[in-house]
């Protein structure tokens, strides 16, 4: 099973509102990503979770804040947003760790937000 | 963001014939390379990884990976027209630090 599951699929928000994704998975992965992808670009990466720590932050804005709270799950809070942060947001999970060959990355099917 | 490019595209290539897609990355101590591929508004899914300079051939595909030229390709054979989508090339720095190059167009024509 390479499942991961992220909720809701869609989901639309205003600039004030608080919203929240989710990601779920149980590969037994150490590892959990966010990524953010617009149309016709390719995904970036948000934010890495290793072994349940905030191992990884690419300069993200704090109206973005992602929690672990578990080593199978990972949220993204979403507050005071603007219409361009409008994308697909997509959970990844790997391994962690050596060997290399196991740290391979999988990926929900994201959750598509957009912002009014 | 660390530097991974993708030749351009978008690539056409009829049903049948090689599909060549190349990948270059900036950072030489990139450890780990994969292939993904993405159909429209769906999520990226893994084809390849490879980890040595060399070949490695998984069915019609094969990804070789040329360390010294921080060079990484992807061959497809027999192109069929399910080949279509958008493939990505991935970078590791560290374990975690996964980079996506810009994606290459791919459409394989009946």
């Known amino acids: 099973d390479t499942e991961v599951t992220q909720t809701p699929k869609h989901l639309v928000m205003g600039m004030t509102n608080k919203k929240s994704l989710k990601c779920e998975q149980h590969?037994?992965?150490?590892?959990m990503y966010w990524y953010k992808q617009k149309a016709k670009k390719p995904p970036e990466l948000m934010f890495v979770?290793?072994?349940?720590?905030?191992?990884i932050n690419e300069s993200v804005p704090s109206r973005f804040s992602p929690e672990c709270p578990n080593s199978s799950l990972l949220n993204l809070h979403l507050h005071a947003l603007q219409p361009e942060d409008s994308a697909l947001y997509l959970c990844?999970?790997?391994?962690?760790?050596?060997?290399?060959?196991?740290?391979?990355?999988?990926f929900g099917a994201g959750t598509r937000l957009s912002v009014l | 963001q660390k530097e991974v490019e993708q030749n351009s595209g978008p690539l056409s290539v009829p049903e049948g014939a090689i599909a060549s897609l190349n990948c270059t990355y900036s950072?030489?101590?990139?450890?780990?390379f994969f292939w993904y591929r993405q159909y429209s508004g769906k999520s990226p899914e893994l084809i390849m990884s490879?980890?040595?300079?060399g070949d490695k051939e998984d069915g019609r595909f094969t990804a070789q990976l040329n360390k010294a030229s921080q060079y990484v390709s992807l061959l497809i054979r027999d192109s069929q027209p399910s080949d279509s989508a958008t493939y990505l090339c991935?970078?590791?720095?560290?374990?975690?630090?996964?980079?996506f190059g810009t994606g290459t167009s791919l459409t394989v024509i009946p």
């Open positions: 991935a970078v590791t720095i560290t374990g975690n630090q996964f980079y």
């Open positions: 990844a999970s790997s391994q962690d760790g050596r060997p290399l060959a196991k740290n391979i990355q999988y």
């Open positions: 950072d030489r101590v990139s450890q780990s």
């Open positions: 490879i980890y040595s300079n």
């Open positions: 979770y290793s072994y349940e720590k905030l191992s």
């Open positions: 590969m037994g992965h150490r590892a």
